[in-house]
Each structure stands twice: as structure tokens, then as C-alpha cells.
């Protein structure tokens, strides 16, 4: 009995089966021997990919009768199977790169499934191959049991396949084939006929010439035989026979008939020829027609097959973001930008109320952590804080490499490039000038929850997951998925401060600190990719003196900002599409961003 290796070094029988988690717990085996002579019903847990939201899910999967069936769990298996599909035309693969990895495919229906380690895939696929053996498929037997005329006609001319509905429509080569028949019988006759003559010509001349011996013998002795008139008697029975053997056949007539037969054998091929010739043209025609349009089929369907992988497996692993995508650069982006504009049609259409986190928006000036554990996190956020004050508002000249990469009157946007182990990691900086409000308002919009719906496209959802003080709190954020990137969340603390000037002549400067931290009740998860942040909204409000003994009205406030960020996407994008995207992005933001304090302050007191 064959055996095969568990992980924990026992051997396994191949009557019995094994599954995906390597435990005796889930083993799920048919006792006795296999529908298909000592073949086992075999099940198990393995990962199957879902869709796009899901992900790989545990399925329990069933291997019976050379069908394999997947249902939700062990537990559902009474309630039926959720799909399953025959084997005996599937193409089995082992993913290239993922050793964990199969992929069944029958048509255009393709199951991705993963083993908990290679060794159990290739468990599962040796059971597979068994099953499909034992149904004669993949085996030798296969040919003789699902053989088809179009085996043997290929391995055949193009002529073959032709030939015999040509002879069935040409009557006149039938009827000299039938005619060639009869000369054949005829001919077949006259050669008997004259190979007996020839044989007792040859035995009539053999005969003769030992009686001439046995003549020249008695002569020598001196007792010839004389006649009664004197004459010499000599024994002349071999002459007798040899003209009886001439009398008997009719030489002549039979070699006139022999020449007659073999002139018809000849003119009948020559007529053949003839028309065989006179069909060769019909016949080339047809075959070179035939296979112009086997050709055109075939081009066809290759066409029909590529498009069609194309469309129903667009949604599968192997198109997902990494660096053994099966979408190059550019399919890559142009899905990425054509996702980006659908959000933005989107949002732009969109007239609906959006969904809020009530939360109070106040802030007030004092900064009292709830707890003493998070006084660790303070200390983080002071550190965050004088760092960006520090070298965020440093002029983007010098050493530091800044390019120069959008332009858009008084908005610029800064990038430096980045790379670490092949993700893209560029810092951006942007500058602005806002005119109509101040410092102190743009941040409060910035960090406030209650309004982050209104201004905030990119976001699919988020919530507090923790109040540190009146002035810092941990948000866990989830953000639109852009395909074929992975979806991507975001577990951040938020902080906003007030920042004194140390000279009366340089402005107030107000900040909001966005930057990643962990949290026990916010665990990463196989759903999102985490990324990394490190993003600074700095403020300051310059104010014009106004004429005379007027008020300072919004006229006389310009906002100057400075925005920061460094952003680690958790995981492989293309370089180009992620530096394409953040071109194209940031700005918007900004516009968008402003553009809403703006319409939101209008006719508001100025909050300093």
C-alpha cells in the first residue's frame, strides 16, 4: 500500500484522505474503498478566493466521484454545496510563484484554491490526478476510450479527408475502376493459361533432348534400329508430345487476347489519370477553402478564449497589485486613473446627505490624557510636533532635493523620491495661500470628525477607536479601493495644537499632526492592506491692516499652508502609477479642501 508523508512524520494511507490544516481533527474520510476502484473520497479546508472585498476564505472542499464540491463549512455540508465541478476536462495548474497555490479550471470557470503549505497542494493534486485517472481521463486508456475520427484524419494528407466523398460522386472512375476489376480477373486467367504452355514446352524440350542422348548412345554400341525398307528407326515420342502440347493451346490467340488486355489495363489507367487530373483543381480548391476557413476558426477562437480569460479572470488573484501582476505599468494605470475618475463622477453626481460620526467639534485649549498609559503617546505627539515646526516649514531649496511637479497659480507641490526595498516612499509638500480665512479655522475643518464626510472623497469609512484628550484621539480608517490596487486602511493619531510665536511680529502658528500608531482594538486584517502615515497640516494667518478705523473683516486674512506627508502604501505598486496618482491627487485635495472652509466660514466671525 502506497503511503504518503503527514507533517508531523506519521504516514499517511492513500485510502484515507487529509486536508489543508494538517489536523487529525478535520479529517474527513470515506471508509472502505474509493468510487472508482481503491480511489477515497477526500476532504479538507482550503482557501478559496472570492472576490474582490473577500479575499481567500476557508472552504471545506470534497473530492468524490471526480467532482469537487466546496461548501461554506464542515458543519453546512447537509445544507448542499455552494459549486462544484467535474474534473474529467479540468486543467489542473500549480501557480508559478505561489507554492501554496492550484488553479482548476473548466472553461471559463476557474477556481483559485490554496493548501495551508506546498506539501498538502501537492497532496490534493496527486488525489486529483488519481480521480481523473480512474475515469479515464489522463490516462492511456483515455484514447481508446474517448478516441474520435479527428485523431486519426490529422495524422492523415490533407487529401484524405476528401478523397472518399470524391470517389462516391465520381461515377465515370468508379466505372472505370469496375472495369479494371474484370481486366484484372481476365488477365489473371490468360497468364495461367500461359504459364502452363510455357511450363510443358519446357518439359516437352527436356524430354527430347535425353531421347537424343539415348539415340547417340545406340549408335555408339552398333545397334541402331532399321525399318523394313532399311531405314533408320529412331524413337520420336518427345517431338509427338511437344506437338501435342503446341496443338493443345492456341499460342497465337492467346498472346492477341493477353495484348488486348493489357492495351485496355492501360487506356483504363490512362482514363483514371485523366480524371483524376480533371479533380485535382476541384479538390485543391476545396481543401485550400477548408483550410482558409479552419484557419479563420481557429483565429477566431483563440481571439473568443483570450477575451474571454480576460473577462472572467480580471477578478482573480493574479491581477491583483504585486510585483508578479499579470497587468503591466500601463494596464495598470490606466485601470487605477479610470477608477478615479468613476469616483469622481460619482462624487460630483452625488446630491445625498452623507453618513456622519456625531462627535463634539470643540476644542478647547485644554490637553488632559484620559489615562496614564497614553501619557507614552503624548510625549510621541510633542515629538511629532516640534519635528514638523522644525523642518516642515524649511524652505524646499537646499540639499534636500525637492522637484518641483505641479504648478497651479499660488499652489505648488513639491515631491522627492523615495524607494526602500522597491516601495515607493516619496515625501510631498505643497504651500498655499488662501485668502478669506484664517489658521485656526482650516485646522479645526482638518481635524474635526463631524465634517471629515463632507470634504473627505477617499474614505470609505472610519471610526474612533480612542479618546486620548479633548485635543488627540486614534481613528481607524478604511479608504475607497482604487482596482486593481488593494484596498487600504489606516490606523492614525490625530493632534491638534496652537503654536505661540516666540517674536510678536511673526504670526500664530496652528498645526494638525496625522500619524500612525498601533491599538490593541484596531489589529491589521487579510481584508486591507495598512499603510503608513505621517502627514502635517501647518497654519499660519497673516492679517493686512485695514483702512482707517474699519474692523478686520475677511478681506484683510490671508491663510499660508504648508502640507506635509509621508505615506508608506504597505505593499508593490507600480512606481510611475503611484507617483502618477499622487500628482494628480494632492491638488485636489487641497482645491477641494479649501474651497470647502471657504464656502463654510462665508459670513461667519473670524475664529483667530
Same mark, same amino acid.
Given at each position: ?39 477515497? *473520497? ?90 481523473? &485517472? ?165 483565429? &477566431? ?51 445625498? *446627505? ?45 540639499? &534636500? ?99 505661540? &510665536? ?107
Amino acid at each position: 500500500m502506497n503511503s504518503s508523508p503527514l507533517p508531523n512524520g506519521r504516514l499517511l494511507p492513500d485510502s484515507q484522505s487529509w486536508n489543508s490544516s494538517g489536523s487529525d481533527e478535520d479529517l474527513d474520510v470515506e471508509p472502505g474503498p474509493g468510487p472508482h476502484g481503491g480511489v477515497a *473520497e477526500l476532504g479538507g479546508v482550503l482557501s478559496k478566493w472570492t472576490n474582490y472585498i473577500h479575499g481567500w476564505q476557508d472552504r471545506w472542499v470534497v473530492l468524490k466521484n471526480n467532482t469537487l464540491s466546496y461548501y461554506k463549512s464542515q458543519d453546512e455540508r447537509e445544507y448542499g454545496c455552494r459549486g462544484s465541478l467535474c474534473l474529467s476536462k479540468a486543467v489542473i495548474t500549480p501557480h508559478e510563484f505561489d507554492e501554496c497555490r492550484l488553479d482548476i479550471s473548466v472553461n471559463d470557470s476557474v477556481w483559485y484554491l490554496r493548501a495551508q503549505d506546498p506539501e498538502h497542494r501537492n497532496q490534493w493534486i496527486d488525489s486529483i490526478e488519481q480521480h481523473r &485517472a480512474e475515469s479515464g481521463y489522463g490516462s492511456e486508456s483515455s484514447l481508446r476510450r474517448h478516441g474520435s475520427m479527428l485523431s486519426l484524419t490529422s495524422a492523415t494528407s490533407g487529401y484524405s479527408a476528401t478523397s472518399t466523398s470524391s470517389f462516391k460522386k465520381g461515377h465515370s472512375l468508379r466505372e472505370k475502376l469496375a472495369e479494371m476489376e474484370t481486366f484484372r480477373d481476365i488477365l489473371c486467367r490468360q497468364v495461367d493459361t500461359l504459364q502452363k504452355f510455357f511450363d510443358g514446352c519446357a518439359d516437352a524440350v527436356t524430354k527430347d533432348e535425353l531421347q537424343r542422348d539415348k539415340i547417340v548412345e545406340d549408335d555408339e554400341d552398333g545397334f541402331p534400329t532399321t525399318r523394313s525398307n532399311g531405314e533408320f528407326l529412331h524413337n520420336n515420342n518427345g517431338s509427338k508430345e511437344k506437338r501435342e502440347c503446341i496443338n493443345g493451346i492456341d499460342f497465337k490467340g492467346e498472346a492477341i487476347t493477353f495484348k488486348a488486355t493489357t492495351v485496355g489495363i492501360l487506356a483504363t489507367l490512362s482514363h483514371c489519370i485523366d480524371l483524376m487530373v480533371k479533380r485535382e483543381d476541384s479538390w485543391q480548391k476545396r481543401l485550400d477553402k477548408e483550410m482558409e476557413k479552419r484557419r479563420r476558426v481557429e483565429e &477566431a477562437y483563440k481571439s473568443a478564449l483570450s477575451e474571454l480569460k480576460k473577462k472572467s479572470h480580471f477578478g482573480g488573484p493574479d491581477y491583483e497589485e504585486g510585483p508578479n501582476s499579470l497587468i503591466n505599468e500601463d494596464e495598470f494605470f490606466d485601470a487605477v486613473e479610470a477608477a478615479l475618475d468613476r469616483q469622481d463622477k460619482i462624487e460630483e453626481q452625488s446630491q445625498c *446627505e452623507k453618513s456622519r460620526i456625531q462627535r463634539s467639534s470643540s476644542v478647547p485649549s485644554g490637553d488632559i490624557y484620559s489615562s496614564v498609559g497614553s501619557h507614552r503617546l503624548a510625549e510621541k505627539v510633542e515629538e511629532m510636533v516640534q519635528n514638523h515646526m522644525t523642518y516642515s516649514l524649511q524652505d524646499v531649496g537646499g540639499d &534636500a532635493n525637492w522637484q518641483l511637479v505641479v504648478e497651479e497659480g499660488e499652489m505648488k507641490v513639491y515631491r522627492r523620491e523615495v524607494e526602500e526595498n522597491g516601495i515607493v516612499l516619496d515625501p510631498l509638500k505643497a504651500t498655499h495661500c488662501v485668502k478669506g480665512v484664517t489658521g485656526h479655522e482650516l485646522c479645526h475643518y482638518f481635524w474635526n470628525t463631524d465634517v471629515r464626510n463632507d470634504w473627505e472623497t477617499t474614505v470609505e469609512n472610519f471610526n474612533i477607536v480612542e479618546t486620548l484628550s479633548d485635543t488627540a484621539i486614534i481613528i481607524y480608517q478604511t479608504h475607497k479601493r482604487v482596482w486593481p490596487a488593494s484596498q487600504r486602511d489606516v490606523l492614525y493619531l490625530s493632534a491638534i495644537r496652537k503654536i505661540i &510665536a516666540n517674536n510678536e511680529s511673526d504670526p500664530d502658528t496652528w498645526l494638525v499632526c496625522n500619524f500612525s500608531v498601533q491599538h490593541e482594538n484596531a489589529q491589521p486584517n487579510n481584508r486591507c492592506v495598512r499603510a503608513k502615515i505621517n502627514i502635517a497640516m501647518i497654519c499660519q494667518t497673516l492679517v493686512s491692516p485695514p483702512e482707517g478705523d474699519k474692523e478686520i473683516s475677511r478681506d484683510n486674512i490671508l491663510c499660508k499652508i504648508t502640507y506635509v506627508a509621508n505615506v508608506n502604501p504597505g505593499g508593490w505598486a507600480p512606481a510611475s502609477v503611484l507617483r502618477a496618482v499622487a500628482k494628480r491627487e494632492y491638488p485636489k485635495f487641497l482645491k477641494r479642501f479649501t474651497s470647502y472652509v471657504q464656502e463654510k466660514t462665508a459670513g461667519k466671525p473670524i475664529l483667530f
